[in-house]
């Protein structure tokens, strides 16, 4: 099984920095199938990328997605309100697996 | 436009079994592949298995080979998560999820229902 690892486990940032996000596979990933989710408090996830670095229909473009192999990185270039959330990686080039999350909280 | 409309919160025993509807309302069901994930209070995000109707084939997380059962009803456009032999750490929300495709098992998932709270206590 693919185990990812995001780091850091929580961000603290003030809107309009910069937030940078990593996952890392314990292997390497077939065809970049990672994807991004972002997580608001009672809600569902909601998909922001998918295959590495393809924005989901309606992602505002701050979001970008990076990375392949076994190292990945989720960019929201300018943090708005709304983007405090946890974002989960998710693998599916082997079975399906996400990673532990990373919580980008307010300063 | 396609909607996922979960059935509601469902309190069990444990040793019990749990079954949970996922219905998706507005569109096409079985070109599509259908999943479940749950999530345990204040944890992260765990795939349990999904379903593609039109074949239909089904793919689950090897944790849970043994104790879920995933099918769907093509006529009623739902999907269906059996959960057997409930225990304690099976209280989580269990959410349906659809990707957008149904040619292969890579799944990543576009739209998400609302969740359902299952919650197993003696």
């Known amino acids: 099984e693919i185990v990812l690892t995001q780091s850091p486990a929580a961000l603290s940032l003030s809107p309009g920095e910069r937030a940078t996000l990593s996952c890392g596979a314990s292997q390497t990933l077939s065809s970049n199938y990672l994807a991004w989710y972002q997580q608001r408090p009672g809600l569902a996830p909601r998909l922001l990328i998918y295959?590495?670095?393809t924005r989901a229909t309606g992602v505002p473009d701050r979001f970008s997605g990076s990375g392949f192999a076994t190292d990945f990185t989720l960019t929201i270039s300018r943090l708005e309100p709304e983007d405090f959330a946890v974002y989960y990686c998710q693998q599916y080039g082997d079975s399906l697996s996400f990673g532990g999350g990373t919580k980008v909280e307010i300063k | 436009q396609v909607q996922l409309v979960q059935s509601g919160a469902e309190v069990k025993k444990p040793g019990s079994s749990v079954k949970v509807s996922c219905k998706a309302s507005?569109?096409?069901?079985?070109?599509?592949?259908l999943n479940w994930v749950r999530q345990a209070p204040g944890q992260g995000l765990e795939w349990m298995g999904g379903?593609?109707?039109?074949?239909?084939?089904?793919n689950y997380a090897q944790k849970f080979q043994d104790r879920v059962t995933i099918t769907a009803d093509e006529s009623t456009a739902t999907a269906y998560m059996e959960l057997r032999s409930l225990r304690s750490e099976d209280t989580a929300v269990y959410y349906c999820a659809r990707y957008p495709g149904s040619g292969t098992f890579n799944w990543y998932f576009d739209l998400w229902g609302r969740g359902t709270l299952v919650t197993v206590s003696s």
């Open positions: 295959d590495a670095s």
């Open positions: 379903i593609i109707p039109i074949f239909p084939a089904t």
């Open positions: 507005g569109g096409t069901f079985s070109s599509y592949a």
